[in-house]
């Protein structure tokens, strides 16, 4: 099983970044996939999920409107494309996949990725 993200980066306040996330080794449409972000000190924190289908998102509060999750069954790929981004949103990123439904809690997902460095820096 492997989980692989991509994209991240230094971007300026006010870019935008589209991080992937390419799944193999288990069945991807059948797993709830999120994505989480961690920085120095803190607990991961819950950025966005997706179902299994896409039919059902969720955001967290301070990325809403900001952050677009969505994934593509057919490649195996989910993605979080970035806008409007701030200092704040600096974090190491990590897309995770937790099978048929979603949790808020990151102990309950059964995959993880290495996760990709996004800094937001002028």
């Known amino acids: 099983v492997q989980l692989v993200e991509s994209g991240g980066g230094l971007v300026q306040p006010g870019g935008s970044l589209r991080l992937s996330c390419a799944a193999s080794?288990?069945?991807?449409?059948?797993?709830?996939m999120s994505w989480y972000r961690q920085t120095p000190g803190k607990e991961r924190e819950l950025v966005a999920g997706?179902?299994?289908?896409?039919?059902?998102?969720t955001y967290a509060d301070s990325v809403k409107g900001r952050f677009t999750i969505s994934r593509d069954n057919a490649k195996n790929t989910v993605y979080l494309q970035m806008n409007s981004l701030k200092p704040e949103d600096t974090a190491v990123y990590y897309c995770?996949?937790?099978?048929?439904?979603?949790?808020?809690?990151?102990?309950?997902?059964?995959?993880w990725g290495q996760g990709t460095q996004v800094t937001v820096s002028s």
């Open positions: 997706i179902g299994s289908n896409g039919g059902t998102t």
């Open positions: 080794g288990f069945t991807f449409s059948g797993y709830y």
């Open positions: 995770a996949a937790k099978y048929f439904r979603g949790s808020y809690n990151p102990e309950e997902y059964d995959y």
